[in-house]
């Protein structure tokens, strides 16, 4: 069995990379790490969990065959994941809505775990299923040191950084497609409104470190059977400049809200699970590359269940009965894959 490695494959590519390593270093912020590396960093840098690294220099790419044979076991159930019912999560999302309209949030982001049966499925197989159903998210499996096993396919970037040029998006609002056509989707004031907080939030970050940018207009945008409001930024900037634009744009308002400190202080004490992993970010980073992205659409494998990662932004306008259904909705990116019952 494996001890910690990674497999991942990025947005619009087929290739699949793997590190197996199994001294992982630990480091409290990504400022520490001196040579290249595959990040996981968790929501809240102040938890237990810390940022790990794998060395990238160790990378290589395999085949789908070679995927299939890796020695990939999930852990024992241990301290598993906090669930709650249906209706504890709509009283949640009820406190939520009441603390936004007594004007203490613009917009809060709360997130829950479900519970799924695991029925044999080849781990690696739906690691591969998922690169073959959502080609332009980023996917990976991970072994952590500490034994965790997770799994994902997000479609949100936080930050990509190339020959002097710092990428990021703003991502908010969520439909289910339901066989329409990009130009037929219609958004309510409420999902208008959402985007428009996470764009300020950018723009304001840019601005506050003094770099000019360009913004695209707002647009559709497909993530597997869901679609996203969204507005791609642009801006040259140099390495060190790219890593302090990281430090302040996670943990972004699509998964925290706004204002950021106060949304996280009321995440905190109204979750009832440890986020951990899942809203953090994951990806490359070295001296002169970064490709990071925001954990989302996640899981945690345990030998006898997946817990799913799944959460929805809160605004004064919301109800808590079509938040709930909403969560349910993001829960299918990965159920659809678990549903298809791969053995291979």
Known sequence: MLKSFVLYRLPKERNIHFINEAEVRSVSSIDELVEAAFVISPFDDKAEKQTISYKLSLSRIISEDEVLRLPVQAPNQKTVPVTVTKEKHIHLLDKMITRIRNHNL???????????????????????????????????????????????????????????????????????????????????????QEQI????????????????????????????????????????????????????????????????????????????????????????LSSQEIQLFVNLRCMKIYSDHFYLYVGGGITADSDAVSEWLETENKAQTLESVLKNRDKR
């Not at 559709?220 to 390495?239: I, M, Q, R, Y």
């Open 106 to 192: 613009d917009k809060g982001v709360l997130s829950r775990v479900k519970q799924v049966k695991r029925q044999d499925e080849s781990i690696t197989g739906v690691f591969l299923q998922l690169c073959q159903s959502y080609p332009t998210a980023f996917v990976y499996l991970a072994s952590l040191p500490d034994g965790d096993l997770w799994c994902g396919a997000t479609p949100e970037t936080l930050a990509i950084y190339q020959n002097n040029m710092f990428r990021t998006m703003a991502l908010a609002g969520t439909q289910a497609v339901n066989n329409r056509n990009i130009d037929e989707i219609v958004w309510e004031a409420k999902e208008k």
């Open 197 to 284: 907080w996470v764009q300020d939030h950018i723009s304001n970050i840019f601005n506050e470190a003094g770099i000019t940018y360009q913004k695209s207009d707002t647009y559709t945008a497909a993530a597997g059977h869901l679609v996203h409001l969204k507005n791609d930024f642009t801006a040259h900037s140099t390495p060190q400049q790219a890593k302090a634009l990281i430090a302040k744009l996670q943990p972004t308002p699509a998964v925290c809200g706004t204002p950021t400190l106060a949304a996280k202080k009321t995440i905190l004490k109204l979750e009832e699970h440890q986020r951990e992993y899942y809203s953090g970010y994951l990806g490359i």
